[in-house]
């Protein structure tokens, strides 16, 4: 014990010597979880619309109308046909384009359905479903309009053939669908891996620096050493938590519905599965580079395109879905968000944090088993 | 001085082989990062998890159910008996769309002057999911009325006149997301490449103290950029050819406009990038501080790229901040051609931007280090 505190001890000196480190990794993370809330938090509003309007006439334009009413639309640019459209589409000045029909109001008359083309930008996939979505209500809306009007005029305005379905909606845990109570949590996630990084150079720096020979030269244990250089990063990172959740909640009005504690208890087990993974690395290369470009990679990716951060876990095929249950963010993602948002403690989130757990136990005990192969 | 810089790169070439694992790292990851994106791309948000509380259980309301399916928005997998028991699959996340239908939901829907209201819970965690599910059930719920008149005779005089908005997507007709993600993927790998690389080469042999060996040779800096540039520019884009092929070859990846114009406008990229590499290892002191530096400014740019959320929804400062990320120009650059057939003449916006970017970095990095020697 006394060995893994005087390791802890000159641990934390180290990180004291150079302020930038620790800058870096605290203040930093902080500023970096601040940037990119502030970023991904604004809503896809005021989407730039072609309109093609063939029809020219009172039915085309009061179609439109409910578009240009919408605050999520702006009919931006009026184009004299679809060529037009698409070339706006194509340099990317629009993201989507309504094209209404000649004859449209000719259609509507005679009782029929007329087809309203509502162009979407393929290569923005996540406005493309909104544009779809809000289109197509807006459509239904026009038709239940015109419908009752059609209603109205035939005098059957009151009649019992008149059948409508409301669906009356609530979305729980986050009422107004603010995208920042869900994106802050999520990207903590991203965040802490900037701690987590730091441990790996730090131990591959000993390395380079032969300083870790030294200390080997000592009576510290293997594993001593290696739980006293990780716990200070684990202390850091958890001290991150701290500084995140008062940011979202001073600076964003993110609600916290859950317990402090728990959020606590589980972020330690996500560092110390991501800490596994890093000194896992470090054990395995040469240099801080290494180290680094490798911890890099792996401590990155995966968070932005696998662990249901911007893109939902079902919407996976189901081989995909395992896969990114293995790596620890996808279940602190879901941890997070269950706490701050759903108030969830651990009853629910038990299964996620047996998993940490076991990950950060495989992980640190691999680099421990590796540490001692390389050295003896 | 083309003799020194050559020499100069023979030697760094040599180091960098040597570090065998890292190698094989940097021109593998990516490549396994691209297998692994490609297996986890769905069909977009369709099949929403949705749990059904049904205590109507008449024929109307099954019609209903059966209309959530075969829209493929919703996969109504889970049917419960209570609402109680719909807010626990909520609450556990095994599904994002709760409906509850009410007893007497068939009688409504058929009684005079009354419409028939079911209550939809909605988890307001996934926002995207949330907002789309909305609007699909607005227009099931249209369609769903249309539909019962439809069976139960109602007819108007004239017919049912109606709109209907007919999708379709220009650019990437089927919204197939591995058109779009794989190039994102390789934009994300390749933003890593190029300015993780520099960012070492230099700060390393300050810290060995071979900097100051190399600067008693009659070397000048430009020339000491340059070799260790070169050998940055080698490895980033071999990555960049080895995840370009697998998309063209293996994944197949529709290809628009011209793939010479593409490889030629992304080794114009990952030199602008490596000055930003660059310009991070002559700040920091340490290598420590060079590689946080270069990871930070890496998940930045992934951020302000517009690859996660377009950048003209972005908050005005963070749109003025992407201007100096190279990786957003790139971004454009890759979608255009890729996607869209930009030819050269649509690019010229990207082209200047980088331009004008690329000399300030290097620019100021010659700087750097001349001012650091001194």
């Known amino acids: 014990m006394n060995s893994i505190l005087s390791v802890m001890r000159k641990e934390f000196r180290h990180m004291l010597r150079d302020p930038w480190l620790l800058t870096t990794i605290t203040v930093g993370a902080v500023l970096l979880i601040v940037l990119m809330s502030y970023t991904l938090s604004a809503d896809v509003e005021h989407v730039p619309i072609a309109v093609v309007d063939s029809d020219r006439s009172a039915q085309s334009r009061a179609y439109l109308q409910s578009f240009i009413s919408d605050d999520f639309f702006d009919l931006t640019y009026w184009s004299q046909n679809s060529e037009e459209a698409f070339e706006r589409v194509r340099l990317g000045d629009a993201h989507g384009a309504i094209i209404v029909p000649a004859g449209f109001a000719d259609t509507l008359l005679r009782g029929e359905k007329a087809v309203v083309q509502i162009i979407v930008d393929g290569t923005e996939p996540n406005v493309a479903a909104q544009v779809l979505g809000n289109a197509k209500a807006l459509s239904a809306n026009y038709s239940i309009e015109l419908l009752e009007r059609h209603l109205d005029r035939a005098g059957l305005a009151s009649n019992h053939e008149t059948q409508t379905l409301e669906f009356r909606m609530q979305a729980l845990y986050n009422p107004n669908l603010e995208e920042i109570n869900t994106i802050l949590p999520g990207l903590m996630a991203l965040s802490l891996s900037m701690p987590t990084i730091s441990a790996a150079l730090s131990l591959a720096r000993e390395k380079e620096e032969g300083t870790l020979e030294s200390l080997m030269a000592t009576p510290i244990r293997r594993y001593q050493l290696l739980i006293g250089k990780v716990i200070p990063y684990l202390l850091v990172g958890l001290l991150d938590v701290l500084l995140f959740v008062g940011i979202g909640l001073v600076a964003y009005g993110v609600p916290f519905r859950g317990r402090l504690a728990d959020l606590i208890l589980f972020s330690g087990l996500f560092l110390l599965a991501n800490l596994g993974i890093s000194l896992l690395i470090s054990t395995l290369v040469r240099t801080q580079m290494a180290a680094l470009v490798i911890a890099g990679f792996v401590l990155t990716l995966p968070v932005i395109n696998e662990s249901g951060l911007f893109h939902p876990l079902y919407a996976m095929p189901p081989d995909a879905r395992m896969q990114a249950l293995l790596w620890p963010a996808t279940h602190y993602v879901t941890i997070t968000r269950g706490i701050f948002l759903k108030g969830v403690g651990v009853r629910v989130l038990l299964p996620d944090g047996l998993f940490l757990l076991a990950f950060g136990l495989v992980l640190n005990g691999l680099a421990v088993w590796r540490f001692k192969k390389k050295l003896s | ?374």
Request: charged share 20%.
């Open chain 2, 1 to 374: 001085m083309f003799s020194r810089i050559g020499n100069m790169l023979w030697k760094e070439g040599i180091q960098f082989l040597r570090y065998r694992l890292l190698l094989i790292f940097v021109l593998g990851f990516p490549i396994f990062n691209l297998v692994s994106a490609a297996g986890a791309i769905g069909e977009g948000i369709m099949h929403i998890p949705t749990a059904v509380c049904d205590q109507d259980l008449s024929a109307d309301s099954r019609r209903l159910v059966h209309m959530l399916r075969n829209s493929r928005y919703f996969d109504p997998d889970y049917h419960v008996g209570s609402q109680a028991e719909l807010e626990q699959l909520l609450e556990k996340g095994e599904v994002k769309v709760g409906l509850v239908i009410p007893q007497d939901f068939g009688a409504e829907l058929t009684a005079e002057d009354k419409g028939a209201t079911a209550q939809v819970l909605l988890d307001g965690t996934e926002t995207t999911t949330a907002l789309l599910a909305q609007a699909y059930l607005e227009e099931t719920a249209y369609e769903y009325v249309q539909r019962q008149g439809a069976a139960g005779g109602v007819t108007v005089a004239g017919g049912l006149e109606r709109v209907d908005a007919r999708p379709r997507a220009w650019f990437n007709e089927d919204l197939g997301e591995k058109t779009l993600d794989l190039p994102d993927e390789l934009a994300d790998s390749l933003l890593l490449l190029a300015i993780f690389v520099p960012a070492l080469l230099i700060t390393r042999e300050r810290e060995a103290g071979t900097l100051e060996h190399l600067f008693v040779t009659p070397m000048r800096p430009i020339e000491m950029i340059v070799g260790k540039g070169l050998l940055a520019f080698v490895v980033a884009y071999l990555g960049f050819l080895g995840m370009l092929a697998l998309l063209v070859f293996h994944f197949q990846i529709p290809f628009q406009g011209s793939l010479p114009l593409l490889m030629g406008l992304t080794a114009y990229y990952i030199l602008v990038e490596m000055g930003w590499g660059l310009l991070i290892s002559t700040v920091a002191r340490t290598q420590g501080q060079s590689l946080m530096g270069a990871y930070i400014l890496g998940v930045v740019e992934i951020i302000l790229s517009g690859r996660v959320l377009p950048v003209a929804y972005m908050p005005w400062i963070t749109q003025a901040m992407s201007l100096v990320m190279p990786n957003r120009h790139y971004t454009a650059i890759l979608r255009g051609i890729m996607l869209k057939d930009y030819a050269l003449s649509d690019l010229w916006p990207q082209l200047v931007s980088l331009a004008v970017l690329g000399i300030v970095l290097y620019t100021v990095a010659a700087f750097r280090l001349q001012k650091r020697l001194d």
